[in-house]
């Protein structure tokens, strides 16, 4: 089993940036996949990036690409959500989910698949 705490939210200004953490604890980090999902109030829970355990891998939701990078860092225990030209509709709660992986290159697209998740970090766009 592995733990998750995300950190690293807050309110920022539109075109702002933010970067957030989310550090894990218990079981081999290096072997679970992770991903980053977030969900605005009214809204369903919308996947963001996924990353394989090995950093070789990422995968990006349309809304996000091209403005956010995930990233990870093993030996710290810890991946990563670099949030640039930030957006209104940015707003959201967001959450870190890791899911165990047999494979190096693997990503999980949805949030259905994690198995693991954090208790999440608000993040506020102002206009």
């Known amino acids: 089993q592995v733990q998750l705490v995300e950190s690293g939210g807050g309110l920022v200004q539109a075109g702002g940036s933010l970067r957030l953490s989310c550090a894990a604890s218990g079981r081999t980090f290096s072997r679970y996949a992770m991903g980053w999902l977030r969900q605005a109030p009214g809204k369903e829970r919308e996947f963001l990036a996924a990353?394989?355990?090995?950093?070789?891998?990422?995968y990006y939701a349309d809304s996000v690409k091209g403005r956010f990078t995930i990233s990870r860092d093993n030996a710290k225990n810890t991946m990563y959500l670099q949030m640039n030209s930030l957006k209104p509709e940015d707003t959201a709660v967001y959450y870190c989910a890791a899911q165990y992986s047999h494979s190096n290159y693997l990503v999980f697209r949805s949030g259905d698949d994690y198995d693991y998740w954090g208790q999440g970090t608000q993040v506020t766009v102002s206009s």
């Open positions: 990353i394989s355990w090995s950093g070789g891998n990422t």
